[in-house]
Protein backbone atom coordinates (compact mmCIF):
# COMPACT_ATOMS: atom_id res chain seq x y z
CA UNK A 1 0.00 0.00 0.00
CA UNK A 2 1.41 3.35 -0.57
CA UNK A 3 1.84 5.06 2.07
CA UNK A 4 2.98 8.60 3.08
CA UNK A 5 4.05 10.22 6.77
CA UNK A 6 4.88 13.64 7.57
CA UNK A 7 6.36 13.79 10.27
CA UNK A 8 8.41 16.52 12.55
CA UNK A 9 5.72 19.72 13.18
CA UNK A 10 5.51 21.17 16.51
CA UNK A 11 5.05 24.51 18.33
CA UNK A 12 7.99 27.21 17.53
CA UNK A 13 8.54 31.12 18.06
CA UNK A 14 8.98 33.17 15.54
CA UNK A 15 12.47 33.21 14.04
CA UNK A 16 12.67 29.25 14.86
CA UNK A 17 13.20 26.54 13.24
CA UNK A 18 11.94 23.01 12.07
CA UNK A 19 12.75 20.04 9.78
CA UNK A 20 9.54 17.93 8.73
CA UNK A 21 10.09 14.90 7.06
CA UNK A 22 7.53 12.66 4.81
CA UNK A 23 8.27 9.01 4.61
CA UNK A 24 7.25 7.42 1.98
CA UNK A 25 6.35 3.85 0.78
CA UNK A 26 4.87 1.33 -1.14
CA UNK A 27 5.91 2.73 -4.46
CA UNK A 28 9.08 3.63 -6.42
CA UNK A 29 9.96 6.88 -4.98
CA UNK A 30 12.76 7.95 -7.71
CA UNK A 31 10.04 7.71 -10.11
CA UNK A 32 7.89 10.37 -7.84
CA UNK A 33 8.55 14.24 -7.42
CA UNK A 34 7.40 15.16 -3.90
CA UNK A 35 5.70 18.11 -3.08
CA UNK A 36 4.74 19.98 0.58
CA UNK A 37 1.52 21.39 0.80
CA UNK A 38 -0.58 23.62 3.82
CA UNK A 39 -3.69 24.48 4.86
CA UNK A 40 -3.70 27.20 7.74
CA UNK A 41 -6.93 27.74 9.65
CA UNK A 42 -10.10 28.94 7.64
CA UNK A 43 -7.48 28.89 4.16
CA UNK A 44 -7.58 26.76 1.47
CA UNK A 45 -4.56 24.50 1.02
CA UNK A 46 -1.62 25.72 -0.72
CA UNK A 47 1.89 24.63 -2.07
CA UNK A 48 4.67 24.75 -0.03
CA UNK A 49 7.59 23.54 -2.10
CA UNK A 50 8.19 20.16 -4.79
CA UNK A 51 11.07 18.51 -5.78
CA UNK A 52 11.60 15.99 -8.85
CA UNK A 53 12.28 12.61 -8.14
CA UNK A 54 14.74 12.39 -11.48
CA UNK A 55 16.99 15.26 -11.12
CA UNK A 56 16.09 16.95 -7.64
CA UNK A 57 14.80 19.95 -9.33
CA UNK A 58 13.31 22.23 -6.83
CA UNK A 59 10.30 24.89 -6.73
CA UNK A 60 9.19 26.69 -3.83
CA UNK A 61 6.05 29.23 -3.04
CA UNK A 62 7.15 32.76 -3.11
CA UNK A 63 6.27 33.32 0.79
CA UNK A 64 9.16 31.04 1.75
CA UNK A 65 11.53 31.47 -0.63
CA UNK A 66 15.14 31.98 1.24
CA UNK A 67 13.78 30.29 4.71
CA UNK A 68 12.27 27.03 3.24
CA UNK A 69 14.59 24.30 2.00
CA UNK A 70 13.67 20.97 0.47
CA UNK A 71 15.29 18.17 -0.36
CA UNK A 72 14.89 14.28 -0.64
CA UNK A 73 16.93 11.34 0.57
CA UNK A 74 16.04 8.39 -2.09
CA UNK A 75 18.41 5.82 0.04
CA UNK A 76 15.87 6.69 2.55
CA UNK A 77 12.69 6.69 0.90
CA UNK A 78 12.62 10.37 2.81
CA UNK A 79 12.07 14.02 1.69
CA UNK A 80 12.78 16.59 4.29
CA UNK A 81 11.41 20.46 4.09
CA UNK A 82 13.57 22.85 6.45
CA UNK A 83 11.92 25.44 7.29
CA UNK A 84 13.77 28.82 9.24
CA UNK A 85 12.68 31.73 10.17
CA UNK A 86 9.20 30.92 10.72
CA UNK A 87 7.17 33.38 11.73
CA UNK A 88 2.94 33.07 12.60
CA UNK A 89 1.88 33.22 8.85
CA UNK A 90 3.38 29.84 8.59
CA UNK A 91 1.13 28.01 10.91
CA UNK A 92 -0.45 25.58 9.03
CA UNK A 93 -0.95 21.37 8.82
CA UNK A 94 1.31 20.76 6.70
CA UNK A 95 1.32 18.29 3.96
CA UNK A 96 3.12 15.79 2.17
CA UNK A 97 2.01 14.07 -1.48
CA UNK A 98 3.74 12.51 -4.45
CA UNK A 99 3.34 13.23 -8.25
CA UNK A 100 4.24 10.84 -11.17
CA UNK A 101 7.18 11.53 -12.99
CA UNK A 102 4.69 11.79 -16.24
CA UNK A 103 3.72 14.57 -14.85
CA UNK A 104 7.67 16.02 -13.95
CA UNK A 105 7.83 19.29 -14.43
CA UNK A 106 7.55 21.83 -11.51
CA UNK A 107 4.64 23.49 -13.51
CA UNK A 108 2.42 20.62 -12.29
CA UNK A 109 3.79 21.61 -8.84
CA UNK A 110 1.09 22.69 -7.10
CA UNK A 111 -1.54 21.59 -9.32
CA UNK A 112 -3.34 19.31 -6.69
CA UNK A 113 -5.18 17.64 -9.40
CA UNK A 114 -2.19 15.65 -10.23
CA UNK A 115 -1.31 13.89 -7.14
CA UNK A 116 -3.31 10.87 -6.86
CA UNK A 117 -5.43 10.53 -3.77
CA UNK A 118 -3.86 7.91 -1.93
CA UNK A 119 -0.76 9.75 -2.49
CA UNK A 120 -1.40 11.79 -0.13
CA UNK A 121 0.07 11.60 3.19
CA UNK A 122 -1.80 12.89 6.71
CA UNK A 123 -0.37 16.36 8.10
CA UNK A 124 1.62 17.22 10.78
CA UNK A 125 0.86 20.60 12.41
CA UNK A 126 3.09 23.41 12.49
CA UNK A 127 2.60 26.11 15.30
CA UNK A 128 4.45 28.95 15.39
CA UNK A 129 3.82 31.85 18.18
CA UNK A 130 4.50 35.33 17.99
Known amino acids: DVQLQASGGGLVQAGGSLRLSCAAS????????IAWFRQAPGKEREGVSCISGTDGSTYYAESVKGRFTISRDNARNTVYLQMNNLNPEDTAVYFC???????????????????????WGKGTLVTVSS
Open 26 to 33: GFTFDDYA
Open 97 to 119: AARSKRYGGTSYCFRERYYARNY
